[in-house]
T-cell receptor
């Protein structure tokens, strides 16, 4: 069973640029969620994708957007990068949408640094 | 929405001793409570979870207890070992997302 894989592992961008992060879900999982983890804090929910559509969104501005593909993999796009966007971006997959029934399995994240 | 508070923020224990981390939640409708372990440079790993129809669950040296009336749940690690050193997060569901506590950094002293 292949776990959740994310790429790249590290990324350095300049303020104002755009970035795309990628995630492959665990085998058999059809739902992907993205979380942002600032240093020393718990993960914060960005959004969830199910059946190629956004299924729920946290308190993040529209410059954070995503996609889910037919093979359940996903992308997180961030436009107009700000210094505060520097964080670990985590992708998690699950068997079902929502968070009450199906455990989330996380990848190792992409460390984004904005200078 | 769900608000999860976690204590303590840091915990140092002697190898072989027990460690206990406590969390409280606000949404009485929450029915699923996972615990994650995060090692340096890695993503959170699910180590144990509990559903609201049981009060306790054990898996080898780790256990979780749940008190729905008081709206708190705890992680217990017995016979701690150096490899237990990590950051631990509790979480509770809020519709489609998990709300996480702020984390507990556990250090096991040899």
């Amino acid at each position: 069973e292949t776990g959740v894989t994310q790429s790249p592992t590290h990324l350095i961008k300049t303020r104002g640029q755009q970035v795309t992060l990628r995630c492959s879900s665990q085998s058999g999982h059809n739902t992907v969620s993205w979380y942002q983890q600032a240093l020393g804090q718990g993960p914060q929910f960005i959004f969830q994708y199910y059946r190629e559509e956004e299924n729920g969104r946290g308190n993040f501005p529209p410059r954070f957007s995503g996609l889910q593909f037919p093979n359940y993999s996903s992308e997180l796009n961030v436009n107009a990068l700000e210094l505060d966007d520097s964080a670990l971006y985590l992708c998690a997959s699950s068997l079902e949408p929502g968070a009450r029934s199906s455990p989330l399995h996380f990848g190792n994240g992409t460390r984004l640094t904005v200078t | 929405g769900e608000n999860v508070e976690q204590h303590p923020s840091t915990l140092s224990v002697q190898e072989g001793d027990s460690a206990v981390i406590k969390c409280t939640y606000s949404d009485s409708a929450s029915n699923y409570f996972p615990w994650y372990k995060q090692e340096l440079g890695k993503g959170p790993q699910l180590i144990i979870d509990i559903r609201s129809n049981v009060g306790e669950k054990k898996d080898q040296r780790i256990a979780v207890t749940l008190n729905k009336t008081a709206k708190h749940f705890s992680l217990h690690i017995t016979e701690t070992q150096p490899e237990d050193s990590a950051v631990y997060f509790c979480a509770a569901p809020n519709d489609y997302k998990l709300s996480f506590g702020a984390g507990t950094t556990v250090t096991v002293r040899a």
